[in-house]
């Protein structure tokens, strides 16, 4: 008997999936099913952790302002 599993579908730019992509590959916990290179469906109840991964990845990646006082 096939299984229904509660998702929310999720509409980001394709470099934020890719991100997504990457943080699900390491354990499987929070896509459901990727449906284009924009959009996901990801586990209702993991939503919150991988905003909060998403952020952490996030802030890796941004590089902090320049303060060489071009003024």
Known sequence: ???AIRGVLV???PSIKSI???IDSERND???EELD???L???EGMLS???MR?????????QPPDDSGSE
């Open 54 to 62: 998403l952020d952490e990845a996030l802030k890796e990646t941004q």
């Open 49 to 51: 952790v991988l905003k």
């Open 30 to 32: 929070f896509i459901v």
């Open 41 to 43: 469906v990801i586990k």
């Open 20 to 22: 997504i992509v990457k």
């Open 11 to 13: 509409e980001c730019d």
């Open 37 to 39: 290179d924009q959009t």
């Open 1 to 3: 008997m096939p299984r």
